[in-house]
């Protein structure tokens, strides 16, 4: 079965507010965990990663945060803008092989 | 605009035919991914090839088959196609093998009908 899962489908948030996405994962041997970003008629980008040894990581914008006692993952977005649109997919990684295991999406709409 | 492309964006085909997807990594980049993405199944990771070997392997059916060639392109071949194969087949890659940041190409529509 799939361990990476997100809590909501769906998030609305007014432009300008702070948008978080939230994701719960059950593989405790995960190396990385990785955001995605799936724009319509895209292909998923790449957004953050954060190591399984780290609590917190901040990008341009974006804050990842990992809890790893009740295996959360969560993306926050500061300043949500109408191009911060998308599906948001949470993914983890382990071994060497890299291969990405995603999670099933949640879709941000940002009201303007 | 990730640098990778991938043909054909559409295709539509009927059961029990074969089909051939093919991509081109970024260049540079030395490894492929391929991803298949439906809405009951999610995006998930078929096989990876890292200098024209394959490195891992996914939820790839026996129906499907890929390789990647000298020049790195890379071709998804899926065989004996069902209704439910329908999806949207996503290339990825990256210049190590196993990385966890990948570049998604668009993306091949399949319909099969």
């Known amino acids: 079965g799939e361990s990476v899962g997100l809590h909501l489908p769906t998030l609305s948030v007014q432009e300008g507010d702070n948008s978080i996405i939230n994701c719960a994962y059950s593989n405790s041997a995960s190396d990385y965990f990785i955001w995605y970003k799936q724009e319509s008629g895209k292909g998923p980008q790449f957004i953050i990663d954060?190591?399984?040894?780290?609590d917190k990581r901040q990008g341009q914008r974006v804050t990842v945060l990992l809890n790893k006692t009740v295996k959360h993952l969560s993306l926050q977005i500061a300043a949500t803008q109408p191009g911060d649109s998308a599906v948001y997919f949470c993914a983890e990684t382990r071994g060497s092989q890299g291969n990405l295991i995603f999670g099933k999406g949640t879709k941000l709409s940002v009201k303007p | 605009d990730s640098g990778v492309t991938q043909t054909p964006k559409h295709l539509i085909t009927a059961t029990g035919q074969r089909v051939t997807l093919r991509c081109s990594p970024r260049?540079?980049?030395?490894?492929v991914y391929w991803y298949q993405q439906s809405l009951d199944q999610g995006l998930q990771f078929l096989i990876q090839?890292?200098?024209?070997?394959?490195?891992a392997k996914g939820n790839i059916l026996e129906r499907f088959s890929a390789q990647q060639f000298p020049d790195l392109h890379s071709e998804l071949n899926l065989s004996s196609l069902e209704l439910g194969d329908s999806a949207l087949y996503f290339c990825?890659?990256?210049?190590?093998?196993?990385?966890?940041?990948?570049?998604f190409g668009p993306g091949t529509r399949l319909t099969v009908t």
């Open positions: 090839y890292y200098n024209g070997e394959e490195r």
């Open positions: 990825a890659s990256s210049w190590e093998p196993g990385a966890y940041e990948q570049y």
């Open positions: 260049s540079g980049d030395l490894s």
């Open positions: 954060i190591r399984s040894n780290m």
